[in-house]
């Protein structure tokens, strides 16, 4: 076990929290204000924006794959225009797996924070809004900083979803080496070849990440309530 151990190449989890961290982030960007336009709104379109946003979670992985794939290949209009004006290909490379997890992690995301604003004191967002504070100082100023566990939440279940990944990667990125080989694929391979051995350490690995990252956000938002409670 040590020795198939010291051999195994751990690349593809690299890659895999490099997808994570950078899908995180720019879904952190564009979640933010969905998710308080989300909370805010009474607008009859609200039911819709929320079930699109949601679809996702439903979809298979396989079906959102596929059509990102048709979306973003050299013969659709969006993936011709990057490769003849930016020479820009969106398919088959480490940019097509941060495009695709964007998508398909954006729920885990944007519901959170929505549940997290929806949750907030009225009275707050109106002081500030009395103050003279704008929307915007008042999202980041007063809105984020009251919602931590929200916020902590969506940062990690989102980070943690892309980690494993696989059928929407798999479709837009392949398996190419140190580039669109992740962690999920690497043991998809695995599997494949029968080498379960190495696949149940790479398999061990994600479960144990899994269970820490989700005790991590049990163990915080406990806190939390905890200390709300003594209030």
Request: glycine content about 6%; charged content about 10%.
């Amino acid at each position: 076990m040590i020795e198939t151990l010291s051999q195994l190449d751990f690349t593809p989890f690299l890659l895999s929290f490099k997808l994570a961290l950078l899908t995180t982030l720019i879904l952190f960007v564009i979640s933010v204000p969905l998710a308080w336009y989300l909370s805010q709104t009474r607008s009859k379109f609200k039911p819709f924006l929320e079930a699109l946003t949601a679809l996702p979670i439903v979809l298979p992985p396989s079906v959102l794959g596929f059509y990102i794939l048709v979306s973003l290949s050299q013969n659709s209009p969006l993936g011709a225009f990057f490769d003849e004006t930016f020479g820009i290909k969106l398919v088959f490379n480490f940019t097509a797996l941060v495009i695709a997890s964007c998508f398909y992690s954006l729920p885990f995301m944007v519901q959170p924070l929505q549940g997290g604003f929806e949750s907030l004191n009225k009275n707050m967002l109106e002081a500030s809004y009395i103050a003279g504070k704008s929307n915007l100082i008042t999202v980041l100023k007063v809105a984020l900083p009251n919602i931590k566990p929200a916020v902590l939440t969506a940062l990690i279940i989102t980070f943690s979803h892309t980690v494993g990944e696989f059928g929407v990667v798999l479709m837009v990125g392949g398996s190419i080496p140190e580039e669109t080989k992740v962690a999920s694929v690497a043991i998809y391979e695995m599997v494949e070849m029968m080498d379960y051995q190495s696949a149940h350490i790479y398999a061990g690995i994600m479960i144990l990440m899994s269970f820490l990252v989700l005790l991590s956000v049990y163990v915080f938002n406990g806190r939390q309530s905890r200390k709300f409670g003594r209030f």
